[in-house]
């Protein structure tokens, strides 16, 4: 039997607005590795959005570099990390020739081919092709196959497949591919997965809300989301990245799980259980897999007071967080009561005023218990209260990209 670690969304480098959480990445990485040491997992699966820009800072690219080696146990571990929709396809592939020596495979263009051959520690890449490889192990008597999908647009896809047919649609085109490899190389004397940074969903149902922190990708390169019916039916386990949170998407063909990222990036998720999830598989029967929850890291809290007491004694007894505080005050926080609040607690992201006549705007009609809705919500309630009509998708999609990319900066 394998067993195997899925994380995904780690978003180094990330900020909190003013507050670096570089530190509190570096804690819950060793979690995640201690835990691939304590599950003797034999791979490790990263399914995109490795750091959170196209250009991350030295520390960050030194954590990942650092993590891998430790991930990898010595190159006895094989680890396999595809791009997400914040990562650089070149900086994410450029260091794989030399990652490949210690069995860290890197992966981030659709047409790359990895060589096949020896890794240390016992492994071998056996088969391979554009968006597929094969793994054998010492420890396994059986192969290991990935179809590899990392993140990327309609038009670099349409590029790589060929495609001119402008009726086909971005849906089409992967399902076609993505069963010709499944055809091809995944028969049932090995374990099939698939890793893959896309937005999944259930034909028919509504999508799940992609968190503020992330760059929306529901609409790829202007079509619809991925169906889970779009994944081959040889496929034991479809371990994703981008949403945010732990989600097990569907059973069918197989589990098609998001494993969520390791910390809370945004006050959207302020309360979400962050997990890695340990899958076990062996060939023709169904996978079992298993979150395990992770407990570094700052949490964060959405938090609104009537009076200036509670707020500090509420921020006493919570003092490792990032807290998003609102006041509700006659007219305005006077700089006596700003002053200690921040003074009480070093994690004050926002101190936002509510001013107690302004939930009485007739137009707006704000209660007390909206504030704890995200932005986007936000947005939309205050563009239906000076348009008196919701704000279209296109108009939605671009301010979540504003605030994606303040948060950002």
């Not at 698939?194 to 990708?217: A, N, T």
């Not at 619809?224 to 779009?230: I, K």
Request: charged share 25%; glycine share 6%.
């Amino acid at each position: 039997m394998a067993r195997i670690l899925h994380t995904a969304d780690w978003h180094l480098g990330k900020r909190l607005q003013e507050f670096s959480r570089i530190a509190e990445q570096r804690d819950v990485l060793d979690e995640i590795v201690d835990i691939a040491d304590r599950e003797a997992v034999d791979l490790v699966l990263i399914a995109g959005d490795i750091f959170d820009s196209f250009n991350p800072s030295h520390e960050a690219v030194e954590l990942f570099y650092k993590t891998l080696r430790r991930l990898s146990n010595n190159g006895t571990r094989p680890v396999i990390a595809i791009a997400g929709n914040h990562d650089s396809t070149q900086f994410i592939q450029a260091p794989d020739p030399l990652a490949r020596e210690f069995g860290i495979i890197l992966y981030s263009k659709f047409d790359t081919h990895v060589p096949c051959g020896e890794l240390d520690g016992g492994w071998a890449i056996t088969q391979s092709a554009p968006g597929f490889i094969e793994l054998t192990g010492r420890n396994l008597s059986f192969p290991i196959r990935i179809i590899l999908a990392p993140y990327a647009n309609e038009v670099l896809l349409k590029t790589y497949l060929g495609q001119e047919d402008r009726e086909s649609t971005f849906r089409e085109l992967v399902t076609n591919k993505w069963k010709e490899i499944a055809d091809a190389c995944c028969d049932d004397r090995g374990v099939n997965l698939f890793l893959g940074h896309f937005f999944f969903v259930k034909e028919g149902e509504k999508p799940e809300p992609e968190p503020e922190s992330e760059r929306p990708i529901l609409h790829v390169g202007g079509t619809q989301a991925l169906f889970t019916q779009n994944i081959p039916s040889q496929i034991q386990y479809a371990a994703l990245g981008h949403l945010h949170r732990y989600h097990a998407v569907g059973q069918e063909p197989c589990p098609i799980v998001y494993a969520s990222s390791p910390l809370s990036y945004s006050f959207s998720e302020a309360d979400q259980q962050k997990q890695v999830v340990i899958v076990e598989a062996e060939p023709n029967k169904p996978v079992t897999y298993n979150p395990i929850g992770l407990t570094k890291g700052r949490p964060l809290f959405r938090k609104t007071f009537m009076d200036l007491q509670t707020a500090l004694d509420w921020l006493e007894s919570h003092p490792y967080c990032f807290v998003e505080l609102t006041y509700v005050t006659e007219y305005s926080i006077d700089a006596s009561t700003r002053r200690s609040l921040m003074k009480a607690h070093d994690g004050i992201v926002n101190l936002i005023p509510l001013i107690k006549n302004g939930l009485a705007e007739p137009n707006l009609g704000l209660k007390v218990e909206d504030l704890e809705k995200d932005m986007v919500s936000l947005f939309k309630m205050y563009y239906q209260s000076e348009k008196q009509h919701e704000p279209n998708d296109t108009l939605v999609s671009l301010f979540k990209e504003v605030i994606s990319q303040n948060q950002d900066t």
